[in-house]
């Protein structure tokens, strides 16, 4: 049963990366869609704790973080071209390299750096949001996005704090909380892209 479980995840993501090589169903597009940002708040919250820790592999967690980026970018890629998803890549691992730097001058307890690096974050989160909104502007409203980007910063950043305090159990929940979100921002940009590209999906 996992393994077959296991096949579908795959399928579903193979189709969202390659939709004019095959006629995705709306359905493995919007789980592929679910499972590539699930993946960016779960290698999230990885490199959070590895990182508050000071865990050996912070290093290869953060890659594998920073690669989650690259492949958002090339499904974005598949329907608004390589420029767009290079775009997109770009300025999701900035937000992840900002992240990255407001972890680590929290735990240095340096407070100056912390409130500078969440005023960038804010400031890149803005930048994400105005982009989707240019690239689909009648189904990605700019506010929506935008409002949605900065709920995905403070419970990340709430996340990351209950950590560094050591109230893991907090933690945990604060990861839940940020799971239940981003897989409704997923909803938001598959059923987007569904509305604004019909023709590139089964009716099935």
């Known amino acids: 049963m996992f393994r077959s479980s296991r096949i579908v995840v795959l399928l579903a993501v193979t189709l969202i990366l390659t939709p004019n090589m ?7 597009f919007h789980d592929g869609m679910r499972k590539l940002w699930e993946d960016h708040v779960t290698w999230t919250r990885l490199f959070i704790v590895s990182a508050v820790a000071g865990l050996p592999d912070t290093d290869a967690t953060t890659q594998r973080l920073l690669q989650n980026q ?3 970018g090339d499904a974005v890629a598949e329907f608004y071209g390589r420029d767009a998803g290079n775009k997109l ?10 992240a990255a730097s407001i972890v680590t ?3 240095a307890g340096d407070t100056a750096k912390v409130d ?5 974050w804010r400031d890149n989160a ?5 982009f989707l909104h240019g690239a689909n502007p009648k189904h990605w409203p700019e ?3 935008q409002s949605a980007m900065f709920m995905h910063l403070d419970q990340t950043l709430e996340e990351a704090t209950h950590q560094l305090k050591g109230d893991y159990a907090a933690s945990v929940k604060d990861y839940d909380h940020v799971v239940h979100h981003i897989l409704g921002m997923a909803d938001v940009l598959s059923d987007g892209i569904i509305a604004q590209f019909p023709a590139k999906f089964a009716a099935k």
């Open 116 to 120: 500078s690096e969440n005023k960038r």
């Open 143 to 145: 506010a929506t996005l």
């Open 126 to 130: 803005t930048e994400i949001a105005k």
């Open 22 to 28: 095959y006629a995705a169903s709306k359905a493995a």
């Open 70 to 72: 690259a492949d958002i």
């Open 105 to 107: 001058a929290a735990k």
């Open 89 to 98: 890549t770009a300025l999701l691992k900035d937000h992840i390299l900002i």
